[in-house]
């Protein structure tokens, strides 16, 4: 559990949060100027919200795999490499988008007092989006196999159940209905697949060594460094451990 991984997570869920409610729900109300459904669908929706959080994921997932599968330290060359890669992607795909007509891209609907998504730039977004989904999967499917105490495959289960349910719910809102802001019920059912699929996230990876830490935390830290060592994580490290008994 990567401490500055998880924070970082967690930035993209409130953000991915942020984005959908105000793209779905009175975004007028949240910022005053012309420009707001752009930051809010594009920005803070899709690309600092559904995007990050899928490479947040992956990242993870590849930092699970180089440690247990290939026995292989990751320093901060791995972790600068992963914050450049994604900076790039998201300004190559980002400006040039923010620089178009917003007829081309999101408008606000007065009517509705809502976001509407242009049809390129809704295949665009989540093609995006589900471009790093889809890698997302695939990592977790090498990872399905690695034996190790430390094993977080039944997390990352249901973390891709309910993630790809909201991500399929939004593609089939956006490209089905294409009236779905003239429908208060395709709004309020995609924000809630949105918000369950973020939100549940970080529960499902911090529940059980939160609530372990506050009420059996002696225990809990006895166990952990018994699996640190019956998995060599700690000589591999340099790391010493005090002793159990």
């Known amino acids: 559990k990567n401490i500055k ?54 990242f993870r997932l590849y930092v699970y795999i180089r440690i247990f599968k290939r026995r ?67 990592m977790a499917y090498m990872a399905r196999n690695i034996n190790t105490s430390f ?22 809102v956006h490209h089905v209905v294409r009236e779905y802001t003239a429908y208060r019920w395709a709004r309020i059912t995609s924000t809630f697949f949105e918000y369950l699929a973020s939100q549940t996230s970080l529960v499902v990876l911090l529940w059980v060594p939160v609530y372990n830490c506050i009420f059996h935390r002696r225990e809990f830290r006895r166990k952990f460094f018994d699996k640190m060592k019956a998995d060599g994580m700690a000589a591999r490290y340099g790391m010493t451990l005090p002793t159990t008994s």
Not at 38 to 56: C, D, P, Q, T
Not at 72 to 100: D, E, F, R, S, W
Not at 103 to 132: D, H, N, R
């Open 72 to 138: 292989q330290k990751v320093t901060y060359v791995q972790y600068l490499a992963a914050a450049i890669l994604y900076a790039v992607i998201i300004a190559a795909y980002g400006i040039p988008v923010t620089l178009m007509h917003n007829k081309l891209t999101v408008m606000f609907v007065p009517e509705f007092q809502t976001c509407v998504y242009g049809q390129l730039f809704s295949e665009m977004s989540f093609g995006i989006v589900w471009a790093a989904w889809l890698a997302f999967l695939v």
């Open 151 to 172: 094993k977080e495959y039944k997390e990352m289960l249901i973390i891709v159940v309910l993630t790809s349910i909201s991500i399929a719910y939004q593609t089939v």
């Open 5 to 58: 991984l998880l924070g970082i997570l967690y930035l993209s869920m409130m953000l991915w949060c942020l984005g959908t409610i105000g793209t779905n729900f009175n975004v007028d109300g949240y910022f005053n100027f012309t420009s707001s459904c752009l930051l809010l669908a594009l920005w803070s929706r899709i690309l600092v919200g559904m995007f990050m959080f899928a490479f947040v994921h992956i």
